[in-house]
């Protein structure tokens, strides 16, 4: 029947009389112009090779099927949807509640690193541990048992609640009991923190406090 | 710094207006090639749409010097493998009912060509990647190396896919039209 490309893929020179599967694939999908020394050969094939002539015709027919079945597809109008203009503005609403969490995380992590710093900058104003923990633990247990555990975070995070504003009220709702119980040294935390939030204060405070 | 942006984004502007014109004209082409390979129009249009959406997404790793069909085609196909992934077991059984039900429409155009209904019904049967190879190459004026771009795969397993699929179909389809034609499910 045929050489079954033994010699791999399209390896053959035209020099070979080999006709492989891939060459009468080719020929069926029009893919060895005439003139072509190949197609002449394959041609020569098939009149003395019926079955593999009949297999050149059913893959022809094949193809035709095909493209008698969704030929015309290109023809069909394109529904609205699909049109780039309008795909793009439909993209765009898209996009924002993508980064509305973005937003949120990022408020939330700047939140936690202004709370930190302000948390080191409290203790490096104080006597270390003696100031913020025994305190607000204190403060936390007079009001609320359950955080206690918590509470050096929760100090902080109250240390962030002006900067978070909107968006952070999960988590300042729960540093919220800590905020009224001002004492002398709460309202400082809670000013305190925003415009040093960045890197100055801590390397000022931090080597002395700890 | 500042002058910049008001006419970075005029030409920003037509830049993207060009895109999306040139992306247009491969509409038709896209919505076919979905067409056949999922079989239904809605599923297809998703597909093209979510291709469409990603192009404009990622327009900027298209280079004006490639073919855009060939990227956008690539762009689809592996969209196309993605959902079929992402929904391997449910996808299963939808594909059986899609087939069937889309069986209406295409069968309609195709009633005048008979034996098209068999071919097109010997598809749904073959492995998707080999019918992916069929139809890609049957429908569009690609060469191999193109084909193989497309469907991530090297020439030689394009090569291998389309010649396991295309006697696969043909045997499919001589079975068919020997059976009666309402063995479509199993």
Known sequence: ?210 | MVRQPLQETAIAITARKEFEDLLAEEIPHLRRYARALTGGVDTADDLVQDCLERALRKRALWRPGGRLRSWLFRMLYRLYLNRRKRAAVEQRTLEHERGLLDASPATDRVAAHIEAADVVQALTQLPHEQRAAIVLIALEDVNYREAAWILGVRVGTLRSRLSRGREALRRLSADETAAPPLRSVK
């Open chain 1, 1 to 210: 029947m045929i050489g079954r490309g033994l010699d791999g893929p399209g390896s053959h020179d035209d020099g070979s009389d080999r006709i492989t599967h891939d060459d009468l694939m080719a020929y069926a999908e029009g893919r060895l112009p005439p003139g072509i020394v190949r197609r002449a050969r394959v041609e020569n094939w098939l009149r003395t090779h019926p079955a593999d002539a009949a297999r050149v015709r059913a893959y022809m027919h094949q193809d035709q099927c095909i493209r008698s079945a969704w030929g015309d597809v290109t023809n069909e109008t394109i529904p609205d949807r699909l049109l780039p203009d309008r795909i793009r503005q439909q993209r765009r609403p898209t996009a924002r509640p993508w980064l509305r969490p973005t937003a949120m995380v990022a408020a939330f992590a700047l939140a936690m690193v202004t709370g930190f710093i302000a948390g080191r900058a409290d203790l490096g104003g104080a006597t270390p541990q003696a100031d913020s923990d025994p305190r607000t633990s204190g403060e936390v247990a007079a009001q609320q048992q359950p955080i206690t555990p918590a509470h050096g975070d929760i100090a902080t995070g109250a240390g962030a609640a002006p900067l978070a504003d909107g968006v952070l009220h999960p988590t300042t709702g729960a540093a919220g009991p800590l905020i009224p119980t001002e004492s002398t040294h709460a309202p400082e935390l809670r000013i305190a923190p925003v415009p040093e939030m960045m890197p100055p204060p801590a390397p000022a405070t931090a080597p002395g406090g700890v």
